[in-house]
């Protein structure tokens, strides 16, 4: 039996060699969260070239961005396809379909998800519900402390926390924990085996 991955990724993670050990190198799919591209890219106006050259990292992966589903959004999600057209990089860009985007809040508000806005790992998770038959997720654990009491930061690179009453980490963790339970999709909190895709 073969097995296809399609390994997506959020708000671009690096992938050094601090890092790929355990991380693992391969993305189909990097989500690219709008703030990003303001805060570490000055908005592109200035950061052009470094910000292709900070992608090449995710090879001939997608880019997803928020076009149209949020009005703070369009401008930067279309600087980087521009960016991007205008430095033939690798990388293909996908706009989310807004949609999409308000559905999946909807249905995950009626299931006690109540935050100002959905993290972008719910809603990539979703997505992969919807197209995957088998989906496994990494790093979705909103506490400081390890399942053995270790300290632990916010993402496997920094421990810069999420806006706060922006995003409800622990509600997200919850419903993905009961879709664990439930077999529908497999939540993986411990080490990986050598088998997992890297």
């Not at 039996?1 to 050094?16: A, I």
């Not at 402390?145 to 009453?165: A, F």
């Amino acid at each position: 039996m073969s097995c296809l991955y399609f390994l997506l990724r959020c708000n671009l993670p690096p992938l050094t060699s601090d890092y790929s050990l355990d991380v693992g190198t391969k993305t189909q799919l990097v989500t690219v969260n709008p703030s990003i591209i303001d805060k570490r890219f000055q908005n592109l106006l200035w950061s052009r070239k470094s910000f292709v050259e900070s992608l090449k990292v995710y090879k001939s992966s997608y880019v997803y961005m928020p076009a149209f589903s949020m009005r703070h959004g369009t401008e930067p999600s279309l600087r980087v396809y521009y960016t991007l057209t205008d430095f033939s990089a690798n990388q293909t860009v996908l706009f989310a379909n807004p949609n999409f985007l308000r559905n999946v809040g909807k249905f995950w508000k009626n299931k006690g998800v109540h935050s100002k806005r959905l993290s972008t790992g719910l809603f990539m998770v979703s997505a992969a519900l919807s197209l995957c038959e088998e989906v496994t997720v990494y790093g979705f654990w909103p506490f400081q402390i390890d399942l053995k009491w270790n300290p632990i930061r916010h993402h496997y690179y920094d421990d810069v926390l999420p806006l706060s009453g922006f995003h409800s980490m622990p509600e997200e963790f919850l419903q993905l924990w009961l879709l664990h339970k439930s077999g529908i999709l497999r939540m993986q909190l411990g080490q990986c085996n050598s088998e997992e895709p890297q």
